[in-house]
């Protein structure tokens, strides 16, 4: 079941199409910030609501059993496996196997509202840690669920992540330093 657990989530956080990012702190009503525990920095750091998921048992359980996102998990896996066989060195292939559509994003989101729906507590306890987080705020065109929303977040930051580290099509927002080590376009590193 962990297995299925952590394929759940892989997809949830391979999930890419620009959907609008929430800014941390932004919003009427945010919660006063607070420290925020990273167990796994990058990726909590990155992803934190959707590594929140992994840390409370009957959460992940609540999404390793829904069959909508096994579904989805397995739809990537053939993505990916297709990817493998047709995509050669083109590193830029690989890429856009993992972007999701619009409509993929919002079937996840769907998806995971329904499973935590079906597991009250559990949702509470995950949506009051996002919610003390003060990195999901609620907003104007925003879907009301916490979850819903660090799906979302998660979705629009995986291109952003894999197109500036992988792809070479866009500088990174931070420092120099945060950018890639090669540069990347070229057909010397987009062609191993």
Request: charged fraction near 20%; glycine fraction near 10%; aromatic fraction near 8%.
């Amino acid at each position: 079941m962990r297995r299925w657990m952590r394929v759940a989530v892989i997809a949830l956080m391979a999930g890419t199409y620009a959907l609008g990012l929430c800014v941390p702190g932004a919003g009427a009503g945010a919660a006063e910030a607070k420290p925020l525990v990273y167990r796994q920095p990058l990726r909590d750091k990155l992803f934190y609501g959707l590594a929140l998921l992994l840390r409370d048992a009957e959460v992940a359980a609540a999404i390793a059993m829904s069959p909508d996102l096994r579904r989805l998990a397995a739809d990537r896996r053939v993505r990916a496996k297709g990817a493998v066989d047709s995509c050669g060195g083109d590193v830029g292939c690989y890429v856009r196997v993992f972007d999701w559509s619009a409509e993929e994003v919002a079937q996840a989101g769907q998806a995971l509202q329904a499973a935590l729906a079906a597991h009250p507590d559990a949702a509470r306890r995950l949506n009051a840690a996002l919610e003390a987080s003060g990195l999901y705020p609620d907003g104007p065109g925003q879907a009301a669920d916490g979850s819903v929303r660090a799906w979302v977040h998660a979705a629009a930051m995986a291109p952003r992540i894999l197109g500036t580290y992988a792809g070479g099509e866009k500088p990174p927002r931070g420092p120099a330093i945060d950018g890639p080590a090669y540069d990347v376009p070229p057909p010397p590193y987009a062609r191993w």
